[in-house]
Nanobody, 115 residues
């Protein structure tokens, strides 16, 4: 299984970024996909998840600013991040969970928001 993330970078506060994560070589059907983040000195936390039926879950801190979406045919998950704040600075990780319950993680992509 390979997860390839892209879209991170440096942006000014108030700006936007769009993250992408494409999964390949997955044998079992995907149950849901999501994004987590980990800031320096902090634990990894859930940002957003989307199920195969496109039910979404968001952390309270990003509701109304971030939008998760997916293309099931391409095994790809996206996250549009608007109104970025310095507190959003972190390494963002893609997670794919297959129907047997196994999780696969991307390598992480750095998002840095300058204030």
């Amino acid at each position: 299984v390979q997860l390839v993330e892209s879209g991170g970078g440096l942006v000014q506060a108030g700006g936007s970024l769009r993250l992408s994560c494409a999964a390949s070589a997955i044998i079992f059907p995907i149950n849901d996909m999501g994004w987590y983040r980990q800031a320096p000195g902090k634990q990894r936390e859930l940002v957003a998840r989307i199920s195969r039926s496109r039910t979404t879950t968001y952390a309270d801190s990003v509701k109304g600013r971030f939008t998760i979406s997916s293309d099931n045919a391409k095994n790809t998950v996206y996250m549009k991040m608007n109104s970025l704040q310095a507190e959003d600075t972190a390494v963002y990780y893609c997670d794919v969970r297959v129907v047997l319950g196994s999780d696969y993680w991307g390598q992480g992509t750095q998002v840095t928001v300058s204030s």
